[in-house]
């Protein structure tokens, strides 16, 4: 049987014991959507929380396009030993309060033995409280902030995705090799006003210093998440003269403002670059034909690089299943499935949360973000996912339609190279147990 047929056979299985599934228009309520084996038949019960509704909705939707996937595949790979899961998703509009009520009811309602998911990171901070005090495993599928394997660390919570440390590493290294270049010396920084921009910031200045840049930090701007209009933004960083611009946004926030950006010519006066969402397939479909020139984007997992059979084979089923092109966010929901699957596989189905905790430490999954030999890992220490990241420019590319760009011209660098030495975690842990309360910077600043 073609692995075209095998997936086909695998999705129309799980499509009929799906239940109905409503999307609404912002504002309006999100039916729970059910995935994988039925009630009363299933080995283990997963709750996952994506926004449905609103400004970040394509990324709950691709995640549950990525689950799919993964539930087809676990059941292709593993065969007779493949876990019988039923996939809950709820929407959690994006808020901390209302997520954290989902989480309960999860776990008193549902029994679920795993909370998955979640795209805000300061959802994730709320909800990792919830597995911590209820001992569930927390599988984090996209949220980004290194707040949650550092400071917040706690046994049950697990992230299949890169974190904001992982990116910014990478993008202080490309930063590195192209000052070796061109001799950059400003550097400007804009994000949103919470924890994952805040957390970015650090971690990029954090990662430029261990590797001795020599920079300037010529302006650091903090906007509202989901902000309409950043023009304000815009004119204060070009009044910054700097020679980089690092943006901190991601989804329709990044989208809006490099819109806006490049309506003002802001690509014009210095390059601009996005090292952990900028990247993203919906990033690239809104440029068009005629991208800015400048740009130095990356993302948790691209639909072109790396040019392998499983990255391959995992967007022409997303596609053949949803219609669409993938998100990176699909990619980290189907990584997310994939190692509850195989953690239930060879710790046992009955294995109790801990005996998961300890399989899921070190546990090997090949996933479609993997470049050629090599296999992630979750690294024990942080019980964070350990890969490699890839940061290009745009390039003209229709192969992925509507998208008219894709990135190329990849520098990529090695996962090894990408983790934060004991030392960083041990300090930022011992500094949590310290002061827990940690004040954020001013919402503006310029030197």
Known sequence: MSNSQQFGRSFGWLSCLMTALVFAMPGQASARVELGAPAGKADAVVGCMYPLTGRAASYGRDSIGGIKVALADLDAELGAQAPKLRVLVEDDRSKASFAQRIAHDFVKRDGVRFLCGIVSSGVAQAVTRVAKDQRVLLIGTDHASSRLTMEDFHPYYFRLSNDTYTSMAAGARYLADLQKKYGWKRLAFLGSDYDYGHVSWRDLKSSLDRLGVRYEVAGEYWSKLYEADYSAYI???????????????????????????????????????????????????????????????????HNNWPDTARNRKFVADFHRAEGRYPNYTAEGAYSGIMAIGRALAQAGKNANVDQLARTLEGLRLALPEDPEGFTSTIDPVLHQVVQAQAIGEVVPDDRFAPAQVMLGNWTVYRAEDLLPPPELIQQRRSSRRISPVVQPPPRRSSP
């Open 235 to 301: 004119t204060e960083i070009e009044a910054t003269r700097a020679d980089i611009a690092v943006v901190g946004l991601w989804g329709g926030d990044f989208v809006t403002f490099l819109k806006q950006a490049t309506s003002s010519g802001l690509h014009t006066k210095m390059r601009i670059a996005n090292f952990d969402t900028g990247g993203n397939y919906e990033v690239l479909t809104s440029l068009g034909q005629h991208a800015p020139s400048g740009l130095i984007l990356s993302a948790r997992h």
